[in-house]
């Protein structure tokens, strides 16, 4: 499980891609931006789709994947949640590249 602090925190640090939040879900958090699912926070980490279009905007260290839980398929695990503008860059781009499911 992750720390709700914590979780709360990254939430802040997104802030700038627009409405973002986290909704529990399954013993840790769903990261929602504009009302799309974006990412999950598990374990105390930042898992963002892997979508082919956040590969020129991440830092070296966030290229790693893994899992977020077991059967999960690999998400970006993103570690360089202190910068408030990349945590948003990323967050917003995804939230623009996700397809809107309401419509």
């Given amino acids: 499980m992750s720390n709700a602090d914590l979780v709360q ?3 802040e640090q ?5 409405e973002v939040r986290a909704r529990k879900m399954f013993g840790d958090y769903a990261l929602y931006c504009n009302e799309k699912v ?3 926070i598990c374990d105390d980490f930042l ?3 892997p979508l ?15 899992p977020p839980y ?6 970006y695990v ?10 948003s ?15």
């Fill in 9 to 11: 925190y990254i939430v």
């Fill in 14 to 18: 997104a802030a700038k891609a627009g």
């Fill in 38 to 40: 974006v990412g999950l």
């Fill in 47 to 49: 898992y963002l789709k």
């Fill in 52 to 66: 082919k279009v956040l590969d020129p905007l991440l830092h070296e260290g966030d290229r790693r994947m893994q």
């Fill in 70 to 75: 077991d059967g999960a398929r690999p998400h």
């Fill in 78 to 87: 993103i570690t360089d949640v202190d910068d408030p503008d990349y945590v």
């Fill in 89 to 103: 860059l990323l967050v917003r781009t995804l939230a623009d590249t996700i397809p809107d499911k309401r419509k």
